[in-house]
DNA sequence: AAACCGGGCAACCGCAGAAGT
DNA sequence: CACTTCTGCGGTTGCCCGGTT
């Protein structure tokens, strides 16, 4: 950084610092003289690196340090000058703006940095980088979701038709992500910056099998938590409609997801059921869904609108404390969800975990995040592309797409699994679901799609988002966010009909500023005429770790 | 006031593809 | 066609700084 060369710069001889490291390249400078300084760049360095390119331009690094006298091998001039010489870099945070569109393109690209950096003019691929990992983190700790809600929405509706199956293209360890087809086209993001980065909202529901969804998304994500690919089965088909992504459409900001009443599996009823606008859905005049834009932990920022002006602000990319609820739930670690994290990235052995050889928990935070970026890049694949006016969205359409499939699957999940492992049997459960819900299709765990057709599979038709809670999960009493809500559920069956209950045990359970996020979620969600009925599922902010089967 | 800790960032490293010979 | 070099990318490391204890 400028201080730490600020430091060490002005008369001070690059050679100073060579260290015992000779170029990192081997091809460069040849003939074991030319020792090349390594650390921070001077700004002696700089000026040299800067009028060596003025005149001679960019490339050709490798001679660099032949013909200016820097010390330096090819490639870290090529670094410095790319991350910080070069002219037309925005340095200073990033604005809220832009990491939305980093969120966007993360849960298309995964981590294709310099990809994205391309969509992001001035920024760096390791400027981006460095954000989203430290965000990640933060998030992690937290145990919120990776992505905003908005993001899972608008991802969905951006990719029409123009995932094609193929890639393979990238190397590396992201390669399952494109390994299962989620290549993403420039076009895409061409659309997407035309609409100032923001994709478009198309709330309607495609006829995907919700097993579908589940194989891919459940375990893939880290922070979606039990992606509620909840596509009625029996809903009818909707041609080029697609739906909200998985259950962002009722996961508030902190990442908890919405779900209540499932009376019926008309898309009218359940948006009744959810009155779904406040959070997600600006509502008709708001084309674009913007609502986790920085808003802060004391609730002062609504969520009613895009916060365009905030985009503004230049506010320090990952020290917004009060903002990061609000922004997209991040926060201190609670240390329930800190145990949540020790879990998830060290599960138990079960027998689920053993079918599937390659399990997302062995790898830690990097391929949380390939899970769940693949596991939203999937579930846009789901969907085609149609609309971009969010206005046609219809609370139930969201409702019904989400909702219904988290409350199958959770029901599914807790429901079926009694696990010796304590709180980590949840993971289990949804493993074992999974892995039963696999053997039941009789598909394999991967499916390819093509362009929109997606592979359609069996039904579980028992399953009926109508029924009662009968079908609520058994939960697990070992989880305090389960026994919490188990307590709910014990004092308000009908789910929702006591909101401030579960705020409270919220507060209890993660500390004043996500439970003033929640209250401020489930404030402004009450106030509709119906009951979000998230409270239902605090649990859900457990990442999602089920969908052991679809690994690469 | 000092020690500790975590966040943020710049830089490095290794790998792989592209381009050149 | 094979080899070498260059370039780019993604992951990781190490340092500095600010906040907390």
Same mark, same amino acid.
């Given at each position: ?86 002219? $037309? ?87 399952? !992500? ?101 959070? !997600? ?88 995040? !390939? ?104 939960? $697990? ?76």
């Amino acid at each position: 950084m400028s201080l730490m060369i600020n430091k060490i710069e002005d008369g001070e001889p690059p050679k100073d610092q060579t260290g015992p490291q000779l170029n990192d390249e081997g091809n460069e400078g040849n003939a074991g003289e030319a020792i090349l300084k390594k650390g921070p760049w001077t700004s002696a360095e700089d000026a040299i690196l800067m009028d060596y390119v003025k005149k001679h331009g960019e490339g050709n690094w490798n001679a660099v340090q032949k013909h200016s006298g820097l010390f330096r091998c090819g490639k870290s001039c090529r670094l410095r000058w790319a991350n910080h010489l070069r002219p $037309n870099l925005k340095k200073g945070a990033f604005t809220p703006e832009e990491e939305r569109l980093i969120a966007e393109l993360h849960a298309k690209m995964g981590n294709k940095w310099a990809r994205m950096a391309a969509h992001l003019p001035g920024r760096t691929d390791n400027e981006i980088k460095n954000y989203w990992n430290t965000r990640i983190k933060r998030r992690q700790r937290a145990g919120l979701p990776l992505y905003p809600p908005e993001v899972s929405l608008e991802n969905q509706g951006s990719q029409h038709g123009q995932s094609t199956v193929t890639n393979n293209g990238d190397r590396g360890h992201c390669n399952y !992500l494109q390994d299962t087809s989620y290549e993403i086209h420039d076009s895409v993001f061409d659309s997407l910056n035309a609409n100032q980065g923001l994709l478009p909202y198309v709330p309607e529901l495609p006829d995907i099998p919700a097993n579908s969804i589940l194989l891919k998304g459940l375990g893939s994500s880290q922070y979606c938590n039990f992606l509620p690919s909840t596509i009625p089965y029996h809903h009818k088909r909707l041609p080029e409609s697609p739906m909200p992504f998985l259950g962002s459409s009722v996961m508030n900001r902190n990442g908890f997801y919405f779900f209540d009443h499932i009376q019926d599996n008309t898309s009218d009823q359940i948006a009744q059921s959810f009155g779904y606008h406040s959070p !997600l859905d600006p509502g008709p005049s708001s084309q674009n869904s913007l609502c986790y834009s920085h808003s802060l932990s004391n609730g002062t920022s609504s969520t009613s609108k895009p916060n365009f002006e905030a985009v503004k602000l230049e506010l320090p990319s990952l020290q917004y404390p009060e903002t990061d609820l609000g922004s997209w739930g991040t926060s201190p670690p609670p240390p329930l969800l800190e145990s949540v994290d020790v879990f998830i990235s060290t599960p138990p052995p079960t027998s689920a975990m053993e079918s599937d050889s390659s399990s997302p928990y062995n790898s830690g935070l990097l391929d949380a995040l !390939l899970y769940q970026a693949k596991n939203l890049s999937s579930s846009k694949n789901h969907y085609s592309d149609k609309s971009s006016n969010s206005s046609t969205a219809t609370p139930g359409d969201r409702a019904d797409s989400s909702t219904l499939h988290m409350y199958e699957t959770e029901c599914e999940d807790y429901a079926d699994c009694v696990s010796p492992f304590g709180a980590t049997s949840i993971l289990n459960d949804c493993l074992a679901v999974n892995a039963k819900r696999n053997s039941l299709d009789e598909q394999p765990p991967r499916q390819t799609f093509s362009g929109d057709i997606v592979k359609s599979e069996p039904v579980y038709q028992d399953f009926n988002p109508t029924s009662d809670n009968q079908t609520m999960p058994i939960l $697990n009493i070992t989880r305090p966010d389960v026994l919490l809500a188990s307590d709910w559920f014990e004092q308000d069956s009908g789910c929702g009909k006591n909101p401030n209950f579960m705020t409270d045990s919220i507060a209890t359970l993660l500390g004043d500023d996500l439970a003033t996020d929640y209250k401020y979620i489930t404030a402004e969600t009450s106030t509709s005429s119906q009951v979000w009925g998230l409270d239902c599922c605090t649990w859900n902010n457990m990442p999602a770790v089920c969908q052991m089967s679809d690994l690469p």
